[in-house]
């Protein structure tokens, strides 16, 4: 029998038991020893819950505990989750996690933990929810040189954006629905400003590099200046709008980047809609695959949490490799990046916006007072240059 502990008894970590005594035979089959929840750390109690006599307040039973040999981490938050983690995996006690801000931020550094104490730090959960994409990046296509990954890494956003979409909603009215349905944050800062996939595509972007990125350096904007006018003029494109991380190697350096994209309607990230997500790979002789499903939610991401268990109770006492190593990778400025760009500007401004930005093709979606049109290719700095000098309302970039 393998005994476990539960940090957190939250969304994810009450979904972690849940999974684990729903499936019982199905898990216990598949990871060749029988698992058992021993224990659930919360500062809280549950007086009625089926469980609640397994609920303890102090860490030090768990990690003193020389029956438990897996914890699943599902606390979210940089502190105290890190501290526990170090101290779980310095004992030799193997951690699975949900917790991106934790694997972004210490990554590397907890899977050598790991590594000098034969045990293991697995994060399946972490991006993506319930849809296997970590394992397929250390396992499934290690035969290939990936070279570049995109993605719909949140489902609160591509909610709202799949609402204002269909809806001709504003952006406020439709977030305001996401906030009473569960789907977004009372503070909805960390999805709408696109800091919670930044954080994703870093991992996915160490496990591509097989060294660090660091989330800090990744350009990241939300979806907070998109408008339902500008679904207008993606309509008229034959386009959708989509917050995306994306991440290639060029040359031996990295891009990556989080940011709104008009895309065409045929591109397949263009049907991932609602609170779906989907994860783009690219390597040298697969070519294209994607990875598609539920991107949070109790149940789907619990299951990925539980999948880590199993793989750590198949490997009790041995090691379970993961490419990611603490040096950093070498970053190309996003200034030097090339994109299409869509710009809205003034009416008035017309003759001037060809005048300044010479290839220009106007998208005329019926908006008073304004002019819609797509630029040449261009790099960042030199559309900065030419925004500035004309005085823009708003700019996508552009995606094939």
């Known amino acids: 029998m393998v005994k476990i502990a539960v940090l957190g008894y939250g969304t994810v970590g009450s979904g972690v038991v849940e999974v684990i005594e729903r499936n019982k035979e199905e898990i216990n ?15 809280r109690d549950f007086p009625g819950d089926p469980y609640e006599d397994r609920v303890v307040h102090d860490f030090n039973l768990i990690v003193n505990d020389p029956e438990i040999k897996i914890i699943c981490e599902t606390m ?24 991106k801000e934790l694997v972004a931020a210490h990554g590397p550094e907890l899977i050598r933990i790991a590594k000098e104490n034969i045990c293991n730090y697995l994060f399946e959960a972490s991006v993506g929810g319930g849809i296997p994409i970590i ?32 809806e001709n909603a504003s952006f406020d009215d ?20 696109g800091y919670d996939a930044c954080r994703k595509i870093a991992i996915l972007s160490s496990l591509m590099a097989e060294k660090t990125m660091k989330y ?48 065409p309607k045929t591109h397949p990230m263009a049907i991932v809609n609602g609170v779906f997500n989907a994860i783009f790979v690219h390597g040298n002789m697969l070519d294209d695959s994607m990875y598609y499903g539920r991107g949070a939610g109790k149940l789907p991401t619990a299951s990925a949490v539980v999948s880590d268990v199993i793989d750590c109770a198949r490997h009790i006492g041995k090691l379970i490799k993961c490419f990611w190593d603490e040096e950093e990778v070498a970053m190309k400025d996003v200034n030097k990046a090339e994109f299409v ?6 009416s008035s401004l017309h003759e001037e916006a060809l005048g300044i930005f010479e290839q220009v093709s106007v998208v005329d979606a019926g908006v008073e007072g304004e002019i819609g049109f797509t630029t040449g290719p261009m790099s960042e700095e030199e559309f900065n240059r030419k925004a500035e000098k004309l005085g823009i309302i708003s700019r996508i970039r552009l995606m094939d």
């Open 174 to 193: 439709v977030l305001k629905e996401a906030q009473a349905k569960g789907y977004a944050e009372r503070n909805p800062e960390a999805d709408i400003e």
């Open 341 to 346: 760009y869509f710009v809205r500007c003034d």
């Open 29 to 43: 089959k598949r990871a060749t020893e029988e698992i058992e929840v021993k224990y659930i750390l919360d500062l």
């Open 76 to 99: 979210g938050g940089v502190n105290p989750a890190y501290e526990f983690t170090r101290t779980a995996l310095r004992k030799g006690i193997s951690v699975c996690t949900s917790n």
């Open 216 to 263: 800090e350096n990744v350009y990241t904007e939300g979806i907070s200046k998109i408008s339902n006018i500008d679904f207008k003029y993606a309509a008229k494109m034959g386009r959708t709008i989509k917050l995306l991380g994306i991440s290639r190697e060029e040359d031996g350096k990295y891009f990556a980047m989080v940011a709104p994209f008009l895309i």
């Open 135 to 166: 394992r397929p990046l250390n396992y499934s296509l290690t035969a290939e040189k990936i070279d570049n990954i995109m993605g719909i890494l949140n489902g609160t956003t591509n909610y709202i954006l799949t609402k204002m979409e269909r």
